[in-house]
């Protein structure tokens, strides 16, 4: 499976099985074995590299078992083929999600305008809870 010129995964380590969808279906969901499940070692795949690996690792942690293992479902569809393809394009997608490394922040400051609009309102914020306050008590 190519994702892009810098990850490609082989196919033999991805690894498919079939189980019976849940829900609504009447006998097409209780016969036939169409949900597919997808399981695929992010720690041992050979097609990864390593700053992608990490990404992935540290962005999809809740879905990786302990044994570093994805486990991708779908049962959209009745049929086992469309199924597979469709765990394999959620796979490419998150693949895809973290294959660039994400940019790095350039630090800014505020302009001085917007500091001083910035105390401005401060101070006239600070008026007006001043002018709320008592009276002093005259005799």
């Known amino acids: 499976m190519i994702i892009n010129s810098r990850i490609q995964i082989p196919e033999e ?3 498919f ?11 097409n969901v ?8 997808l399981r695929w070692s992010v720690q041992t795949s050979r097609g990864l590299p390593e700053d992608v690996r990490a990404r992935f690792s540290k962005r999809f942690a809740p879905r990786i078992t302990g044994d570093g293992e994805v486990l991708l479902t ?5 049929d ?11 796979l490419r997608e998150m693949l895809l999600a973290v294959a660039t490394p994400p940019k790095r ?7 001085r305008a ?11 914020r ?10 002093a008590f005259e005799e």
């Open 13 to 15: 380590e991805l690894r």
């Open 17 to 27: 099985t079939f189980v019976r969808s849940s829900g609504p279906g009447g006998q």
């Open 30 to 37: 209780n016969k036939l074995n169409t949900k597919a499940v």
């Open 74 to 78: 779908s049962q959209r569809f009745r």
């Open 80 to 90: 086992q083929r469309q199924n597979e393809r469709d765990c394999m394009e959620k």
């Open 105 to 111: 922040r350039k630090k800014t400051r505020p302009t």
């Open 114 to 124: 917007s500091v001083l609009r910035r105390r401005e309102e401060k101070r006239a």
């Open 126 to 135: 600070s008026r007006k809870k001043q002018a709320r306050g008592r009276k």
